[in-house]
C-alpha cells in the first residue's frame, strides 16, 4: 500500500506532464504546419504578381488603350488563379483587399482594415500572423502590407483625369484614387483554417495519451507483481516462521531462491533459526544432566562384628 501511495501519485503526475507538454508541442506543430502553408500561398501570389507585371502586362498594353482588360492587373492575375485552389479547398482564402478599391469585391473588411492601419502606422513591419474567428472555426491568417513603390501605379490611382477611360468604364471613378507613391493601400492577406490540422494534433495527443496511460498501467502492474513476489511473500513466510520460533514451535527450514538481498536475508534466517535450534537443544541437555535423582540406594552388607553389635 505505501508502494502504491508514491508509485500511483507520481505515475499520475507524470502522465499529467508528459500529456501538457505534449499537447502543446502538437498544437505548436500544426500552427506551424497551417503557418507555412499559408507562406507557400503568399509567395505563390507574389510569383503571380511577378509574372504578370514582367511577362503578361507588356503583351496586352497595346491592346488596353480601346479596352480595359484586367488580366494586365497583377492583384486581379493573383486573385483570379487562387479561385483554383478554392475549388478544392474552399476554406483557403486570398484577398487583395484595399481601404479605397477600384474593385469594390476588394474593400477590407473590419479585421482586415486593422491589419492596414497596423502597417500604416507600423512602415517598417513586413508582414503581421494572426488568428481570427470565422463561421468555420478558427483561422491563422498572414498578411503583408501593399506598397505603392512603382511610379506607373499612379496612372491608373492618382486622379480620373489619368487613368485610362476603358478603366473608368468599367469601374467608375469614384474608387481607387488618391493614391500616393510609398503609400501602404491594402494587404495581401492569406487564411488557412486551423480545425483540420487542430484535429489531427488532437487525434495524435489521445492516441499517445491512452498508450502512455496503458503503460503506465502495466509498469504499475508489474511493479506490484514484482514487489510482491520478491520481496513481499518471502518476508511474511520470514515473518511466520519468527512468530513459530518466538512461540517455541519448530519451524522448517525456508526454501531460498536467487542472490539478491533478499535470498541473503533468507539464508541468514535458516542460520539464526539453526542456531537457536541449537541452543536449545544444548539448553534441555544442560537442565537434564542438572536435575537431581529420585531412586533408592542399595542396602549395605554388614559383617560379623556389625551384626553382634546390632545384635546387641
Known amino acids: 500500500m505505501k508502494f502504491n501511495l508514491v508509485l500511483i501519485p507520481l505515475s499520475a503526475l507524470g502522465v499529467w506532464v508528459s500529456g501538457y507538454s505534449t499537447h502543446k508541442l502538437l498544437e505548436q506543430n500544426a500552427r506551424e504546419e497551417v503557418l507555412l502553408n499559408a507562406r507557400i500561398m503568399m509567395e505563390m501570389a ?24 484586367p ?31 477600384t474593385n469594390p469585391i476588394d474593400r477590407a473588411t473590419d479585421w482586415e482594415t486593422d491589419a492596414i492601419k497596423y502597417f500604416v502606422h507600423n512602415p517598417n513591419e513586413p508582414e503581421i500572423v494572426g488568428e481570427r474567428d470565422a463561421l468555420t472555426g478558427n483561422m491563422l491568417f498572414i498578411a503583408r502590407p501593399i506598397r505603392i513603390e512603382n511610379p506607373g501605379c499612379l496612372t491608373c490611382h492618382s486622379t480620373p483625369a489619368k487613368a485610362p477611360a ?30 483540420t490540422p ?5 487525434h495524435a495527443f489521445l492516441s499517445f495519451m491512452s498508450r502512455l496511460v496503458g503503460l503506465f498501467l502495466i509498469l504499475v502492474s508489474v511493479g506490484n507483481l514484482m ?11 520470514m515473518t511466520k516462521m519468527a512468530d513459530q520460533m518466538s512461540k517455541g514451535q519448530d519451524a522448517p527450514v525456508m526454501e531460498v531462491r536467487g542472490n539478491d538481498q533478499i535470498a541473503s536475508l533468507g539464508h541468514s534466517f535458516n542460520r539464526m533459526r539453526l542456531s537457536i535450534s541449537s541452543a536449545m537443544q544444548l539448553l534441555e541437555q544442560t537442565m537434564d544432566s542438572e536435575k537431581p535423582s529420585n531412586r533408592l540406594a542399595p542396602p549395605a552388607t554388614m559383617d560379623g562384628n556389625e551384626e553382634g553389635i546390632a545384635r546387641n
Open 227 to 237: 514487489l510482491y513476489f520478491i520481496v513481499i511473500r518471502p518476508v511474511n513466510r
Open 71 to 101: 488580366q494586365a492587373v497583377s492583384a486581379y492575375a493573383a486573385t483570379k488563379s487562387f479561385e483554383g485552389i478554392r475549388g478544392a479547398y474552399p476554406e483557403y482564402t486570398y484577398k487583395e483587399a484595399a481601404l479605397n478599391p
Open 46 to 69: 507574389q510569383s503571380i504578381r511577378r509574372y504578370t507585371v514582367d511577362e503578361v502586362r507588356p503583351l496586352l498594353t497595346s491592346r488596353m488603350k480601346n479596352t480595359f482588360l
Open 166 to 195: 476603358p478603366m473608368i468604364a468599367r469601374y467608375g471613378d469614384d474608387n481607387g484614387f488618391g493614391w500616393q507613391l510609398n503609400e501602404v493601400v491594402g494587404a495581401q492577406v492569406v487564411s488557412i483554417p486551423m480545425t
Open 198 to 202: 487542430l484535429d489531427r494534433a488532437n
